[in-house]
């Protein structure tokens, strides 16, 4: 395939202005499949734009187009470097039975990846707060978006579909930039079994971090995702509630309860209750036959670049859990903390 084909930039597009009460100019650009027509069951693809490297993008919003009906769920990560040139190409994770010879296999980033935003079960809108907003371009190491889409099922002959997002965007400096660290596991949920999958990680840069917004992401066995931030002394640990919710409920980013700033020595956990109702073990994996245990957490921080660290990922059941974690936690939260 052509590989500038694709390469749109965001300089260039046709905008609409609008202007809201700071007077800043907010772009609006439409990032959205390139009419695929998947020919598989649970086909991932990824699409992607290249931004202009000269300038700095903030992007300050994001709004979904897409129904639960067609896509699984959306992903849209940052790359130093896009998984492939091609202007659409198939970026599951563990899908050998599953590849789709219309596409060529990769995963969404060769380098630097990491996550902007995700969407799920008809999440609508999210707008982050006044001053922040995602740096990208030329003081970033994100230099391509890439917007995966996770179709479920294979289409009829001849339909395609142009899921995706609409970004808005400014050139204008914001002060605050964002950030977003996903926290998860792999492991197995056995069989009739109510299990817990847990991660936790130290967070050891010279940052502060204002976190905002979190959203939960599991299947069908998912009661309850809850992240926290654990602030460390002699007296012990307190666990401190970012935010805990049913992930049936809609996939968005929801406030956080707690905006007390998080910084170096904090860790960072999450735990995600599994109900498993099956009389089969299910594993994490990447259909929706399989499990995920995902808490996402933005944040922003003030004049600075956001977390090196953009993932906390814990082998899960039956290898890890808190109590058995390096960091030799104490008082962890049983089942029955204040949900909300
Ligand atoms: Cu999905
Ligand atoms: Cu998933």
Same mark, same amino acid.
């Given at each position: ?12 597009? *046709? ?16 990032? &959205? ?15 992607? *734009?290249?931004?202009?490297? !000269? ?43 599953? *590849? ?6 990769? =995963? ?19 707008? &982050?707060?006044?001053?922040?907003? $995602? ?12 917007? !995966? ?65 979190? @959203? ?15 602030? @460390? ?19 968005? $980013? ?40 995902? $808490? ?10 956001? &977390?090196?660290?953009?993932?906390? $990922? =814990? ?7 808190? =109590? ?10 049983? @089942? ?5």
């Amino acid at each position: 395939m052509e590989s500038y084909k694709f390469v749109i930039s965001l300089l260039f597009t *046709i905008s609409i202005f609008r202007f809201d009460a700071l007077a800043n100019e907010v772009d609006t650009y439409d990032f &959205l499949m390139p009419n695929v027509s998947p020919n598989k069951d649970e086909l991932y693809l990824c699409t992607p *734009i290249r931004i202009a490297p !000269q300038k700095n993008f903030y992007v300050v919003g994001f709004k979904p187009n897409a129904s639960m009906h067609t896509a699984h769920h959306m992903l849209l990560y940052g790359c130093s470097q896009p998984g492939s040139n091609d202007s659409a190409w198939s970026c599951g994770e563990m899908q050998s039975n599953e *590849i789709d010879d219309r596409y060529n296999t990769a =995963s969404p980033c060769k380098s630097g990846s990491q996550i902007v935003y995700a969407w799920a079960r008809d999440a609508p809108r999210l707008q &982050l707060p006044p001053d922040v907003g $995602f740096l990208i371009g030329r003081d970033s190491p994100i230099k391509y978006l890439v917007l !995966q889409v996770h179709y479920m099922t294979k289409f009829p002959e001849g339909k395609t579909d142009n899921s995706g997002v609409f970004l808005e965007y400014t050139t204008e400096r914001m002060p605050r930039q964002a950030g977003v660290i996903l926290l998860g596991t792999s492991g197995v949920i056995p069989p009739n079994k109510v299990e817990h999958m847990e991660t936790a990680c130290t967070i050891n840069e010279d940052k502060v971090i204002h976190p905002f917004a979190f @959203r939960t992401h599991t299947h069908s066995l998912g009661t309850e995702v809850s992240g926290f931030v654990v602030r @460390r002394s002699r007296k012990g640990d307190i666990w401190e509630l970012l935010g805990s919710k049913n992930p049936q409920l809609p996939q968005m $980013f929801y406030p956080v309860v707690s905006r007390t700033p998080i910084t170096t020595n904090d860790v960072l956990a999450a735990r995600c209750v599994m109900n498993n109702t099956h009389t089969h073990a299910v594993s994490i994996g990447a259909t929706h036959k399989d499990e995920m245990c995902n $808490f996402y957490l933005m944040y922003w921080v003030q004049d600075d670049s956001p &977390l090196e660290q953009k993932y906390c $990922f =814990s082998p899960g059941p039956p290898y890890y859990y808190w =109590s058995r974690a390096p960091q030799n936690f104490d008082r962890i939260p049983g @089942r029955d903390f204040n949900v909300l």
